[in-house]
């Protein structure tokens, strides 16, 4: 009986939701930059080159180049605290304090391929679905409190493979196609139930976010169309959310192209008249082989520099911007202030906008590259 109550209050706060009513004029320049805290606490600072190295935060350098908005990444209950509650709030502040628009991205799971639940988090379908709901309700409500605005929320990160497993698990490539909407029925009831917490939220008093999902491979239309097809035929209406998020990277695949990308987002633009963002994507400053074997480019004739980041994001920019209806609206390029961990999970050894000198080992520097003006490139 509590599944079947979770279920229908859940349907019920979904049904009711208003359609997409978002700014027409706002394009989202943004970085993520979760792990800035953890960087600064840790020794790091940043030189703007273009100041005579002048110390600044990197994310007043970055505001320099053109950012007008900033992702951070929360986690349920990280263990030293690091991307959990208090330490978003407190970048939140700092970053809208300087007039960037917040998005928030929920990990309710860290790892994106695997996506545990939480070790405290119930292991059934009704009570789980229960937790995620207002633990959404209660994360949201803790930035009003806090006076945070968000002005985007990601109901997971790159959820193409479900969330909370086991039970959300989702393969959209089952075949036949009634196996596949079969498949991606608990994930349907766990995203009513995060949805409704964004609900529950709001009659708590919290100024609406859009809402987004977030998946990968944004240049895969057939993905596209299969994972939203067998999200809807579970009774997920179209209003149950805002904005299309997708990552798109250089070096996990050479069909990763331009080409695809806009077929794909002008695409899905036509079918849902909903708007767009590629909210992940980076490319390499450097990678030379020299701990990996070089990747790859999805698209060679950009070379693996730091004016190729350029080319590479502001390619993208051009190709969300084109996006028909003036759907397109924004790119976020990802954590690129991370100095020590500068091959941001590629195969490259660096793929971030600072040159990182750790010649003194209880302070790491990060010198701004001419790639953290990328976003002035089209003003």
């Known amino acids: 009986m509590l599944f079947l109550s979770v279920l229908s209050s859940c349907l019920a706060g979904v049904a009711a939701l208003p359609p997409y009513g978002g700014s027409q004029e706002f394009f989202f320049k943004g970085h993520d930059?979760?792990?800035?805290?953890?960087?600064?606490?840790?020794?790091?600072?940043?030189?703007?080159?273009?100041?005579?190295?002048q110390t600044m935060p990197a994310d007043d350098i970055l505001a320099g180049g053109g950012m007008n908005s900033v992702r951070l990444r929360v986690w349920v209950n990280p263990v030293d605290g690091t991307y959990g509650l208090q330490y978003?709030?407190?970048?939140a502040k700092r970053f809208q304090q300087k007039g960037f628009k917040i998005y928030l991205d929920?990990?309710?799971?860290?790892?994106?391929?695997?996506?545990?639940?939480p070790a405290a988090w119930p292991t059934t379908l009704g009570p789980l679905a229960l937790t995620l709901r207002g633990y959404v309700k209660d994360t949201l409500v803790s930035?009003?409190?806090?006076?945070?605005?968000?002005?985007?929320?990601?109901?997971?990160?790159?959820?193409?493979?479900?969330?909370?497993?086991?039970?959300?698990?989702?393969?959209?490539?089952?075949?036949?196609?009634?196996?596949?909407?079969?498949?991606f029925s608990n994930l349907a009831i766990l995203y009513k139930a995060a949805r409704a917490g964004v609900d529950d939220a709001i009659y708590?008093?919290?100024?609406?976010?859009?809402v987004m999902i977030h998946i990968d491979n944004g240049w895969n239309l057939t993905l596209q169309q299969r994972w939203f097809g067998a999200l809807t035929a579970n009774g997920v209406p179209t209003t149950?959310?805002?904005?299309?998020?997708?990552?798109?990277?250089?070096?996990?695949?050479?069909?990763?192209?331009?080409?695809?990308?806009?077929?794909?987002l002008n695409t899905l633009a036509e079918e849902y008249?909903?708007?767009?963002?590629?909210?992940?994507?980076?490319?390499?400053?450097?990678?030379?082989?020299?701990?990996?074997?070089?990747?790859?480019?999805?698209?060679?004739?950009?070379?693996?520099?730091?004016?190729?980041?350029?080319i590479w994001t502001d390619d993208v920019i051009k190709i969300v911007q084109d996006v028909p209806y003036g759907l397109g609206r924004g790119v976020h390029y990802w954590e690129p202030a991370w100095l020590n961990s500068t091959s941001l999970g590629s195969n490259c050894s660096d793929a971030i906008l600072f040159t990182a000198d750790y010649s003194n080992p209880a302070q790491t520097v990060g010198y701004s590259r001419t790639s953290v003006h990328m976003f002035q490139v089209r003003a």
């Open 273 to 310: 008249r909903k708007p767009i963002q590629v909210v992940e994507t980076d490319y390499p400053a450097i990678c030379n082989g020299e701990y990996h074997p070089i990747p790859p480019s999805s698209e060679p004739e950009i070379p693996y520099s730091i004016a190729g980041q350029t």
């Open 33 to 53: 930059l979760s792990s800035l805290k953890m960087l600064e606490d840790g020794g790091c600072i940043y030189k703007d080159t273009t100041r005579h190295n």
């Open 106 to 117: 929920f990990h309710f799971a860290e790892d994106p391929q695997k996506q545990p639940p």
């Open 204 to 210: 708590a008093g919290v100024r609406k976010p859009e």
């Open 240 to 264: 149950a959310w805002d904005v299309f998020g997708f990552s798109f990277y250089p070096f996990y695949g050479t069909a990763a192209t331009f080409d695809n990308l806009r077929t794909s």
């Open 143 to 183: 930035f009003h409190e806090a006076g945070i605005n968000l002005d985007l929320v990601a109901l997971g990160n790159e959820i193409r493979h479900g969330m909370l497993w086991p039970l959300g698990q989702a393969d959209v490539d089952v075949e036949p196609w009634p196996a596949t909407v079969a498949n």
């Open 88 to 91: 978003n709030l407190d970048l």
